[in-house]
């Protein structure tokens, strides 16, 4: 897969979880660009950080990474852009299949839902697998914008 930057946001919740993902991704290798927030003291709204993401993720060769305490407010935000395909995961088979099966270009999990461990699998697997096309490409074609290759 042909990545040239990952963009990584988290609201106050998602903080810790967002430097810990932005370091495994450095040292995967990836060009990771923090669009914040910069502390998990003071609160801030995660639409706004959804909004940063999809207002920067604007290739097909740029993906995201989004993260607050539950995982679900901010990928509802991020889904409401055409572009954005946002999925909400909670271990690594969902990851593997977020990418086969709906082509998504940006991870999301919930700080306070998934540890370490379980980030550092889903975020390998994701930036490891590859859209299957197929009979998917259909699908994800019938959601709107289509990333297929």
């Not at 990851?95 to 991870?107: Q, T």
Request: glycine fraction near 8%.
């Amino acid at each position: 897969m042909n990545i040239s930057k990952i963009y990584i946001a988290s609201d106050h919740a998602g903080y810790e979880a967002k430097i810990e993902t932005k370091n495994i991704l450095e040292s995967m290798g990836f060009c990771v660009v923090d669009l914040g927030t910069n502390s998990s003291i003071e609160s801030v709204d995660y639409p706004d950080f959804a909004t940063l993401m999809a207002n920067n993720l604007k290739n097909s060769d740029e993906f995201g990474v989004l993260i607050c305490g539950s995982g679900i407010g901010i990928s509802i935000a991020a889904n409401r852009f055409s572009h954005i395909r946002c999925a909400l995961c909670h271990n690594s088979t969902l990851a593997r299949l977020s990418r086969e099966h709906n082509d998504a270009n940006v991870l999301c999990f919930g700080a306070r839902v998934v540890g370490k461990d379980i980030i550092k699998d889903m975020v390998e697997v994701f930036f490891a697998t590859e859209f299957s096309g197929g009979r998917h490409e259909k699908r994800v074609e019938k959601l709107g914008v289509c990333r297929c290759s």
